[in-house]
């Protein structure tokens, strides 16, 4: 059975930290882009940091500097560290594994992140 699912999310004060997780079954990730996305209410989803399969990354301005992405292509894996978090960080959080040739794209059912104190 093909599954994508996000752990790590919570409530945590201003300027704390937090890890997301997303655990892949069904398919394996290697040839596979892997993204967190977010979404805020009220907002679109938006792309918050991606890895290529070859291991190259980009950010949202809005977390450079304080969010990394990883992935475990051995344990079928990614990874997501927030630092310094904000409440404009709060967003529900979803994990994605992208495909081009042939076309797939798989997301997980999202985890919840709050920042407020």
């Known amino acids: 059975q093909l599954q994508l699912v996000e752990s790590g999310g919570g409530l945590v004060q201003p300027g704390g930290s937090l890890t997301l997780s997303c655990a892949v079954s069904?398919?394996?990730?290697?040839?596979?882009?892997v993204g967190w996305f977010r979404q805020a209410p009220g907002k679109e989803r938006e792309l918050v940091a991606r890895?290529?399969?070859?291991?190259?990354?980009n950010y949202a301005d809005a977390v450079k500097g304080r969010f990394t992405i990883s992935r475990d292509n051995a344990k079928n894996t990614m990874s997501l560290q927030m630092n310094s978090l904000q409440p404009e960080d709060t967003a529900v959080y979803y994990c994605n594994a992208a495909q081009l040739i042939p076309r797939r794209d798989y997301w997980g059912q999202g985890t919840q992140v709050t920042v407020s104190s």
């Open positions: 890895i290529t399969s070859g291991g190259s990354t």
């Open positions: 069904g398919f394996t990730l290697d040839y596979y882009a």
